[in-house]
């Protein structure tokens, strides 16, 4: 008996797709430096909550001399989805198209996709630069499988959470001013490689039930503690009234617990709130606490002539002189004068 040949299965896929237009100033961002980016506002598509970040001079030296763009999924959500952007050449029909091939995994808010090496500055400068402007315009198709089984998002940090909140199972507590704060050592030492010296190891903290804490706010040691168990930061409205000077302090209490991530994040958080008026403080901050990558995003910020010329006239650029002549040196060097 012949065997009956079987047709393959095809899957059924619903895709819920919206556009975005996002058009820069050319002329106020291609002197960024590389890393430095230009973000979109926020857009709905499938469902979930979108944003374009665009590098004007490459996601990181290597990519300097081209643009790069990617797409951020800021909902807290698995997300399978096609990304593509090209940008509008001087005719206004298509001149480039970013190379993001198939369906890719967004893990989540902050997962991003892109092409790191879009256009490169001369031909975007030479086909597609109208009235000092350039126009990119970005799809995002959000995959579904039709007989896919939907699968919940992880949970762990909600949990960890609760486990913080509630404080079940904690074994140590500390103590910054009348507050104290209740933990769990297994907790605190997986993820922090100081926190595990102190309270597995050998030091004297290993068998202290309660350790007295200084030169940390308990508002800084609370958000800290809850990125320990989540891995999430607080929204802006929720760091009090001046949410820069929250996270200058998260930084260095980042630095001292070695929470690598948490520093990035505060980081980040830092420069975009750069302006010409605080460059300079934000700088020397930055060398206080070992943070090259902010430093580096300051020194760039510097090398723009305009940006210069303002933030020499602050208090803070005469406390980093002072302070961090090596630092000027650097500055000088890269503007070359």
Request: a neutral charge; hydrophobic letters at 40%.
């Amino acid at each position: 008996m012949a065997k009956r040949s079987r047709t393959p299965r095809l899957e059924r896929r619903t895709i819920d797709s919206a556009f975005h237009e996002f058009r820069v100033d050319h002329e106020q961002t291609k002197h960024l430096a590389a890393g430095t980016l230009v973000s979109s506002d926020a857009f709905p598509a499938g469902g979930y909550m979108w944003r374009v970040k665009y590098f004007p001079q490459g996601f990181t030296e290597a990519e300097k001399g081209y643009v790069s763009i990617f797409f951020e999924l800021l909902s807290k959500a698995n997300v399978p989805a096609i990304c593509q952007a090209f940008v509008t050449g001087k005719d206004g029909h298509p001149r480039y198209c970013a190379d993001i091939p198939g369906v890719r995994w967004f893990p989540g808010a902050g997962g991003m996709s892109g092409c790191s090496r879009f256009v490169s500055q001369p031909d975007l400068e030479e086909h597609c630069l109208t009235e000092g402007h350039v126009t990119f315009v970005c799809a995002v198709m959000v995959t579904r499988r039709g007989s896919s089984i939907p699968v919940p998002a992880p949970d762990i940090g909600k949990h960890l959470g609760a486990l913080l909140e509630t404080s079940d199972g904690a074994d140590v507590s500390f103590t910054i001013g009348d507050e104290t704060f209740r933990a769990h050592r297994a907790v605190l030492a997986a993820r922090s490689a100081v926190f595990r010296a102190e309270l597995l190891g050998s030091m004297a903290e290993a068998t202290m039930p309660n350790i007295t804490l200084h030169d940390i706010a308990p508002a800084t040691f609370r958000v800290m503690l809850r990125f320990v168990y989540t891995d999430a930061l607080p929204a802006d409205s929720e760091l009090g009234g001046s949410p820069s000077e929250m996270m200058m302090d998260l930084l260095a209490a980042a630095d001292r617990y070695a929470l690598d991530r948490l520093k990035i994040l505060c980081a980040q958080k830092l420069w975009e709130a750069v302006s010409a008026d605080t460059v300079a403080s934000t700088l020397a901050f930055a060398e206080t606490y070992s943070c090259p990558e902010l430093k580096n995003r300051c020194i760039g910020f510097f090398a723009t002539w305009g940006n210069f010329k303002k933030a020499v006239l602050t208090k803070g650029f005469v406390q980093l002189v002072q302070q961090f002549p090596s630092v000027v040196d650097e500055l000088r060097e890269r503007i070359g004068s």
